[in-house]
């Protein structure tokens, strides 16, 4: 409550310039809220830009910090400011009404009015928005591929199809902000690697701040900037995608998903043997063949489980990749059976999960240099 | 002609109260099921089971009761002769009032059902949508639960056609202003008139089997989103 207080008291003080600079880009949200067995409590300080996945296991509290910040849940206390607007104050009495916020919601269902065509769905929104906002939507059909389904009802879509008009109809009302609540979940997974690449593109072409709810660590290594953790109603840590994700002080709930992200770029394609070498930072990986050109960024994911140690280069081994590392620091894992260790490559962290008997008879300890062997590699494209 | 002029007065009578309270129902019912379905209050059940009691009371206890209240010594005859309105019973309005009470159920419960199955999400993407409360009302409630408005209007009707009791006791049987169909069945059997009494009544059988026909055989709608 008192950070809050502070906050608006700081902003009606002409002296402190870059706060106040500052408050106008970004996304600051705290909330907290009691139901029976269940509190949040948060206080989110997110980048006005870009995507944010809020990350974290049923019941931790993500959709509840979504529906607050869309307004649909009302907080007992709470603070929000979206780009400079306030949206919530408990402590003045400001309270927007969730049609009054310029935001898009997308729900985990696509949530359809049945009595509306596909047009009918997304122009219902966009007849609500001031004339001088509305844009032509023709982009936003092409982006999701759905300018064939206009004149459809929604119960003649497949699930993808239903999504993709979902996630229109939440971008033609042209919102500042864009919350999506899992919008992938309800879908299988070949309709996930349909809807994934729209997603992405969005992600490129509009630049609204996305907040994006998941609990698949490859699908916001994927899209995500910068990712919040939570945790039965608390936020564990929040901050850009690869320091997060390189975190090993993280609970045990989230060290299952321990892995890296790297930010890669197309090196060399290996014609004879079918192979693209990625650079990274520090190093390079060879993987299986790659479409995308010379010099094209890519983001691979590296998970904890496949990366093993050794004082010396092994020889004889199918591994491709082995890169020399420098052991940063060691921590517990979610088994008291293993330890992760944290790995310089030459500036970018890996980490591995090994056994702790394994690290013992290793006598692996922090300043050490190694080899790494790597056996995926996945690509998040 | 098998029928006479009181027996087609009393058909037209019964046509235009029935259609009046139908129209008043959908008035007052709407916003009492659309409170019902989505409130958290306590007085929930209060409410419920009031607009309920018709469906187990007797006609002659709510016509009882109606006659007694709004009656010239009632608090409500009270209040509506000292606004120089006379008082309700054996007049049609006082048959209008009646039955929208009796018929309240028939109107409220389909309303309300269809109310509660169409939930909480789609109003919260209208919302998402720009659209305040009023807007969404009118724009996603009402489209979504359109079939149940059809039902809860035939049941109501049909209902208001066929009540006696609520009639009898509140409105008498003064031709041209209270004397419906039921009544003047009633008439017929009581001057033993049994030809006139079978041409009302077999009307009666098909009118109503025909409204119930129409309604169990339409495709019964599911509300919810896609």
């Excluded at chain 1, 809050?4 to 002296?15: A, C, H, V």
């Excluded at chain 1, 092409?142 to 939440?170: C, F, K, N, T």
């Excluded at chain 1, 992405?200 to 660590?217: A, F, G, K, M, T």
Aim: glycine share 8%; aromatic share 8%; hydrophobic share 45%.
């Amino acid at each position: 409550m008192r950070s809050w207080f502070n906050r608006l008291t700081n902003k009606e003080q002409p002296s402190v310039e870059p706060t106040q600079a500052k408050n106008t880009q970004g996304i600051y949200a705290r909330f907290h809220i009691q139901y029976p067995g269940f509190e949040l409590k948060v206080d989110l300080d997110l980048p006005g830009h870009g995507v944010t996945a809020l990350f974290g296991h049923s019941g931790s509290g993500k959709t509840t910090c979504l529906r607050c910040i869309a307004g649909l849940e009302q907080a007992d206390i709470g603070y929000l400011e979206v780009n400079g607007e306030l949206w919530q104050d408990t402590q003045a009495g400001v309270f927007i009404p969730t049609h009054k916020r310029s935001l898009g919601y997308v729900f985990q269902e696509a949530s359809l009015f049945p009595h509306l065509s596909v047009r009918g769905n997304l122009a219902y929104g966009r007849k609500r928005i001031d004339r001088t906002q509305r844009t032509s939507w023709d982009h936003i059909l092409d982006l999701l591929g759905i300018g064939h389904l206009l004149d459809r009802m929604p119960d003649r879509l497949s699930g993808g199809e239903r999504q993709r008009v979902g996630i229109a109809r939440a971008l033609v009302t042209n919102p500042r902000l864009l919350l999506m609540d899992e919008p992938l979940a309800a879908l299988d997974l070949k309709r996930k690697g349909e809807i994934l690449p729209y997603l992405e593109r969005l992600n490129q072409e509009l630049d609204i701040p996305v907040l994006y709810i998941s609990h698949s660590p490859d699908e916001v290594a994927r899209l995500a900037d910068h990712v919040v953790l939570l945790d039965q109603g608390q936020v564990i840590a929040q901050g850009g995608l690869q320091e997060t994700m390189a975190r090993l002080d993280l609970p045990a709930v989230f060290t299952e998903h321990t892995g890296v992200v790297i930010e890669a770029r197309v090196a060399e394609h290996d014609d004879e043997y079918h192979l693209t070498r990625l650079d990274f930072v520090g190093g390079s990986v060879l993987v299986t063949e790659r479409p995308e050109p010379l010099g094209q960024r890519l983001r691979f994911r590296v998970d904890a489980r496949d990366v093993s140690l050794s004082h010396h280069r092994v020889e004889g081994t199918s591994v491709m990749n082995i890169l020399p590392v420098r052991i940063m620091d060691i921590a517990t894992a979610d088994t008291p059976a293993h330890v992760l260790v944290r790995l310089d490559v030459g500036g970018s962290i890996f980490i591995a999960r090994i056994t702790r008997r394994s690290c013992d008879q290793l006598g692996i300890a922090q300043g050490m240099d190694m080899w790494a062997q790597i056996k995926a590699v996945a690509l998040l494209v | 002609m098998p029928l006479s002029d009181h027996d087609f007065s009393a058909i037209r009578l019964t046509l235009e109260l029935a259609s009046l309270t139908t129209v008043l129902l959908l008035i007052v019912g709407t916003p009492i099921a659309w409170w019902l379905a989505r409130t958290r209050s306590r007085l929930k059940g209060l409410i419920g089971a009031v607009v309920a009691l018709p469906l187990v009371l007797p006609p002659t206890v709510i016509g009882f009761y109606l006659l007694v209240v709004s009656g010239p010594h009632g608090p409500v005859g009270q209040i509506t002769q000292s606004l120089g309105l006379g008082t309700l019973p054996f007049t049609f309005t006082g048959l209008v009032v009646a039955s929208v009470f009796y018929s309240m159920p028939f109107v409220v419960q389909p309303l309300q059902n269809a109310f509660e199955s169409i939930g909480d999400r789609p109003l919260e993407v209208a919302a998402t949508l720009r659209a305040n409360p009023w807007d969404c009302f009118f724009t996603v409630v009402l489209p979504m639960a359109r079939p149940s408005f059809v039902t809860a209007s035939i049941l109501g009707f049909a209902h208001t056609v066929g009540e006696f009791g609520v009639v009898l006791m509140m409105g008498g049987s003064i031709p041209d202003k209270t004397r419906t169909v039921s009544v003047q069945i009633f008439d017929h059997v009581e001057a033993m008139e049994y030809a006139q009494a079978h041409w009302l009544a077999g009307g009666m059988v098909v009118f109503s089997f025909i409204v119930l026909l129409a309604l169990y055989s339409s495709r019964r709608f599911k509300p919810g989103l896609a």
